[in-house]
């Protein structure tokens, strides 16, 4: 269909085309706050947007996120007394780390899974209820459990070069042994007492319950790989 044009002649098209600005003076931009508006809600939003991304990758790479929210609470006292910051930060904490259990337990089949869930939570229970009615000072022990826990990371690196699957059973039946002990020493800072040398604050009771879930987390990690190993 033609239309008349403005000049008299004829316009080739079925419809008239959209109307665009030709400068400045029409548009919605010409005052420049409005501009510079614009372009922080952009870069906002932007900036959100891969902050959102960072954390979610950081998230399954969990040694990140849970090796920075370690240190965060271990080093800063604010941030594990004071609420709700302490609860915040430690369920980012147990976020990222129980997204690195379900992408490290996929490699695994469920009943190895099963079978080590259920034998962390026998030796957790077990453990648990000796450190609670021993007469032996764990606390003391500080200084020889992190000898071995050096030791056991030296040994580690060992198994990385050699990549025997004997070393690996050894690494993760050492690895049980000095994470049971670990679970022990725990257990008994949190209780104190007059038997004890060394006990936790009533106020660290975040800091108190990230030991233990780092401790029933690792022990948790070592028996399936045993039990994989071993299948």
């Known amino acids: 269909m033609a239309y008349p044009s403005g000049n008299g002649g004829e316009q080739q098209y079925g419809q008239t085309p959209p109307d665009y600005s030709n400068g400045l003076e029409d548009s919605g931009f010409s ?5 510079r508006g614009f372009i922080r809600k952009v870069y906002l939003t932007l900036m959100i947007q891969l902050l959102v991304t960072v954390g979610i990758i950081c998230a399954f790479l969990y040694w990140a996120a849970v090796l920075v929210l370690i240190v965060a609470m271990s080093c800063c006292d604010n941030l594990r007394r004071r609420v709700p910051l302490n609860f915040i930060a430690l ?16 490699y695994f089949e469920a009943e190895a899974v099963l079978w080590a869930v259920g034998a962390t939570a026998l030796v957790s229970f077990a453990l648990s209820l000796f450190a609670m009615q021993s007469k032996w000072d764990f606390t003391t022990a500080n200084g020889s459990l992190w000898v071995f826990a050096w030791t056991l990371f030296s040994f580690a690196l060992l198994c990385a070069i050699l990549r025997s699957q004997y070393l ?12 049971s002990l670990y679970l022990v020493f725990d257990t008994q800072l949190i209780l104190g007492g007059k038997h004890r040398k060394y006990e936790v604050s009533p106020e660290e009771y975040v800091f108190a319950a990230l030991n233990l879930y780092l401790d029933i987390i690792s022990l948790f990690l070592l028996l399936l790989q045993l039990i994989g190993l071993c299948r």
């Open 168 to 179: 690996y059973i050894v690494y993760a039946c050492l690895g049980t042994l000095l994470f």
């Open 91 to 106: 369920g980012l904490f147990t976020i990222a780390e129980g997204l690195m259990l379900g992408s490290v337990t996929v």
């Open 31 to 35: 005052d420049a706050v409005i501009r």
